[in-house]
């Protein structure tokens, strides 16, 4: 499987470049998975379910299932957060999985960046970061495209991992 991330500070339009390279990228007839990092405690079910009354009497694992989707709720209890690498094992063979966040780890990525909440440049300090898609003109090294140009963003993607 491809992988390829999209990075950047709180606010930077992370999210809806993730979204709009999704329905991109899909739409050209690859297949896509996402993963999003949180750095929050989540939940994925609520208080009262089946589910969720299954995982507080101590389940490892829930599988919820219908005839639509399902979801698998891993309780890490106290083990260490998983590895992006294990995570991407977990996932289903498919043409590109997109990661949002993971800013450490050795994937290649793109900078979602927008000037107005004045943060700086992670591409600058960070040579997996291949390019920066904005919201105003940059000077830097890496290619600068239009955080709202998605057909532009997706070529440029695609063509880094070869698909």
Excluded: C
Aim: no cysteine; glycine share 6%.
């Amino acid at each position: 499987m491809k992988v390829y991330g999209v990075v950047g500070w709180k606010n930077a339009g992370k999210t809806g470049l993730m979204e709009r390279l999704v329905t991109e990228i899909a739409g050209r007839g690859f297949s896509v998975s996402t993963v999003k990092h949180a750095h929050h405690v989540f939940d994925v079910d609520h208080k009262g379910k089946d589910s969720y009354r299954h995982r507080q009497a101590g389940a490892r694992e829930v599988l919820l299932a219908s005839r639509r989707r399902f979801a698998l709720m891993h309780e890490l209890r106290e083990e260490d957060e998983p590895t992006l690498d294990l995570l991407l094992a977990k996932l289903e063979p498919v043409d590109l999985v997109l990661i949002e966040g993971y800013k450490r780890d050795a994937h290649a990525k793109i900078e979602a960046f927008r000037a107005e909440p004045g943060n700086p440049l992670i591409a600058e300090n960070d040579t997996t970061i291949r390019a920066v898609a904005s919201d105003t003109p940059l000077d830097t090294d890496r290619p600068v495209f239009n955080l709202n140009d998605t057909a532009t963003i997706a070529d440029f993607i695609l063509a880094e991992v070869g698909l």
